[in-house]
């Protein structure tokens, strides 16, 4: 089930998984979302203030998912500034309580059913090539919602500061998204 509800004359979007209610973030989730983040040890790690500007300034284009109240997993995101029909994931994590459970790609539908309603046409998002788990992640997305995916460098280990053991981070750009006929599949 999804559905839109005004709350403080803003719009927030809702989504029900089985056990997961999944919606925009709020300033207060930042540091949780930190939290998460930290906890996952995979992702590079922003400091907690980023976290809370990005729930503030971004909460249109990043969900929370929360267990009893809690939340326990997130996908943070934004629609490129002179390409607004591109939506880009910054980050996903989900707390390790929760994880084999479908949470993150439950996660990334329910903010595409949303990003794709107003008129974001193409998910990208960047990978290194040994980050298997993101790798399944977004490839099984696209193959949910039939798009295609085109992958490029966009930056190489070099680009980085320091000595050069940087992974290149792959841009994926999935698309073209179009809404999906049933969003609650």
Not at 30 to 44: M, N, Q, T, V
Not at 70 to 82: I, L, N
Not at 138 to 146: D, G, I, L, N, P
Not at 173 to 178: C, D, E, S, V, Y
């Amino acid at each position: 089930m999804r559905r839109w509800r005004a709350e403080n004359s803003l719009l927030r979007f809702l989504s029900m998984s089985v056990t997961h209610l999944i919606e925009s973030p709020t300033k207060a989730d930042g540091a949780e979302l930190w939290r998460i983040a930290r906890d996952s040890a995979k992702l590079d790690l922003n400091s907690p203030y980023a976290y809370m500007l990005w729930c503030r300034d971004f909460a249109e284009s990043s969900v929370v998912a929360r267990e009893d109240g809690k939340a326990v997993g997130f996908v943070t995101g934004y629609r490129r500034p002179g390409e607004p029909e591109v939506g880009f994931v910054w980050q996903v994590a989900v707390d390790a309580s929760q994880r084999g459970k479908g949470l993150a790609g439950k996660l990334l539908d329910a903010l595409y059913d949303r990003l794709v309603d107003a008129g974001v046409r193409y998910l990208e998002t960047t990978i290194t090539p040994d980050n298997e788990a993101s790798i399944r992640l977004f490839t099984s997305f696209a193959k949910r919602w039939e798009a295609s995916v085109e992958t490029t460098v966009l930056f190489d280990g070099t680009d980085f500061p320091g000595d050069g053991e940087h992974l290149p981070e792959e841009l994926y750009r999935i698309g073209p998204l179009k809404p999906r006929n049933d969003p609650g599949e």
